[in-house]
T-cell receptor
């Protein structure tokens, strides 16, 4: 049963703490993405990766870091430099080449991060 | 900056009516356009995509694209209460990513 698994579903972060959100896919997609969703703000791109060991910054990369050591995995670290991390984080994937143009994204179920 | 604009709503329609959701985009280079449905607290799910001018129909859903006007729409016929959700419009941005609008909330009353 192919899909994208995000964990945990809920995450609480203390001030000054780094936390890592997991994203794993078994769709054999080359491209993976991280978006952040705030109420009334829509989805904003944080980072994306089109191939293993390579990734690009999106529109709001400051305070975040990623790695892409395996095709199946694209973890996102929310660092203490991110001053307003409370949001709903969505991981997505798409096939290679013109994948997004032809297929759009497949999304994971999301991680809701709250600063406590 | 490339933008996708949507009316935030809510758009309220009675059950059985046609719901019309609209979207405009700023990047003339965008090639493909997507409609996602998002229930509260859940992740978006793809409903339809379109890349040619004109209409594309899939069941109760029709997507319409007018590249000259940079306008995309989604029609939902015979609206049901289960269609109540936020609908996100997205456009390709370059070859690699999608740019999303903020979404339109649709409320279908029984």
């Amino acid at each position: 049963d192919g899909g994208i698994t995000q964990s945990p579903k809920y995450l609480f972060r203390k001030e000054g703490q780094n936390v890592t959100l997991s994203c794993e896919q078994n769709l054999n997609h080359d491209a993976m993405y991280w978006y952040r969703q705030d109420p009334g703000q829509g989805l904003r791109l944080i980072y994306y990766s089109q191939i293993v060991n390579d990734f690009q910054k999106g529109d709001i990369a400051e305070g975040y870091s990623v790695s892409r050591e395996k095709k199946e995995s694209f973890p996102l670290t929310v660092t203490s430099a991110q001053k307003n991390p409370t949001a709903f984080y969505l991981c997505a994937s798409s096939p290679t080449g013109t994948g997004p143009a032809n297929y759009g994204y497949t999304f994971g179920s999301g991680t809701r991060l709250t600063v406590v | 900056q490339k933008e996708v604009e949507q009316n935030s709503g809510p758009l309220s329609v009675p059950e059985g009516a046609i719901a019309s959701l609209n979207c405009t985009y700023s990047d003339r280079g965008s090639q493909s356009f997507f409609w996602y449905r998002q229930y509260s607290g859940k992740s978006p799910e793809l409903i339809m995509f379109i890349y040619s001018n004109g209409d594309k129909e899939d069941g109760r859903f029709t997507a319409q694209l007018n590249k000259a006007s940079q306008y995309v729409s989604l029609l939902i016929r015979d609206s049901q209460p289960s269609d109540s959700a936020t609908y996100l419009c997205a456009a390709t941005s370059g070859y690699s990513t999608l740019t999303f609008g903020k979404g339109t909330m649709l409320l279908v009353s029984p």
